[in-house]
């Protein structure tokens, strides 16, 4: 089945430092990738959508110059929290879509757990 | 936009007993899906249902889709301690939307 990677999986920073996520798809091209956040005990929020090489689209009330995401090929996403806050705490998790499946399957990472102090 | 509502948020269930989580979309979806997440973990995909009216089981797990395409169910019978955990179930409508999950707890 299809596999999606994500590093690190878990990463503690300094309030008002930057953190690098990383999503990739391991056995497959990835032509959109999707970003999520969970807060404690929530579901997960939709971010963002990006597309190999084009901009990320951002969901309603997502800072987009504060989560910076870069798609540059199709086996890898990024996601910068820039000037990470407490409030930036949180449980990332991206998903992945494949350039031959199907619109509505996308295959979730493992997630990654941001504390910010 | 797309809202997908989830209930109940909590469901404590004797090991061993019956229980039922609901899912409702405010607008007709293309599919739903469900998952789960454990403690500590990330969603895991157990199924998608695509068609009005869909039944499928798995194992001790009951999926239903409603005629409408709007509603959704997840009967789980005679549950065990593996099932601790947060079932989410989530829309598909052009994007994914995630209902609020319903977690789980089980006494023995």
């Known amino acids: 089945g299809a596999v999606v990677s994500q590093h690190p999986s878990w990463v503690i920073c300094k309030s008002g430092t930057s953190v690098k996520i990383e999503c990739r798809s391991l056995d497959f091209q990835a032509t959109t990738m999707f970003w999520y956040r969970q807060f404690p005990k929530q579901s997960l929020m939709l971010m963002a959508t990006?597309?190999?090489?084009?901009?990320?689209?951002?969901e309603q009330g997502v800072e987009k110059d504060k989560f910076l995401i870069n798609h540059a090929s199709l086996t890898l996403s990024t996601l910068t929290v820039t000037s990470a806050h407490p409030e930036d705490s949180s449980f990332y998790i991206c998903s992945a879509r494949g350039a031959s499946g199907r619109a509505d399957t996308q295959y979730f990472g493992p997630g990654t757990r941001l504390t910010v102090l | 936009g797309q809202q997908v509502m989830q209930i109940p948020q909590y469901q404590h269930v004797q090991e061993g007993e019956d229980f039922t989580t609901y899912c409702n979309s405010s607008t007709t979806l293309s599919n739903i899906q469900w998952y789960k997440q454990r403690p500590g973990g990330h969603p895991v995909f157990l199924i998608q249902?695509?068609?009005?009216?869909e039944v499928k089981k798995q194992k001790r797990l009951t999926f239903q889709f409603g005629e409408a395409k709007k509603n959704s169910s997840l009967h789980i019978t005679a549950t065990q301690t593996t099932d601790v955990g947060t079932y989410f179930c989530?829309?598909?409508?052009?994007?994914?939307?995630f209902g609020a999950g319903t977690t789980v707890t089980v006494r023995a």
């Open positions: 990006s597309n190999e090489g084009s901009k990320a689209t951002y």
């Open positions: 989530a829309g598909y409508d052009y994007k994914l939307s």
């Open positions: 249902l695509v068609k009005s009216g």
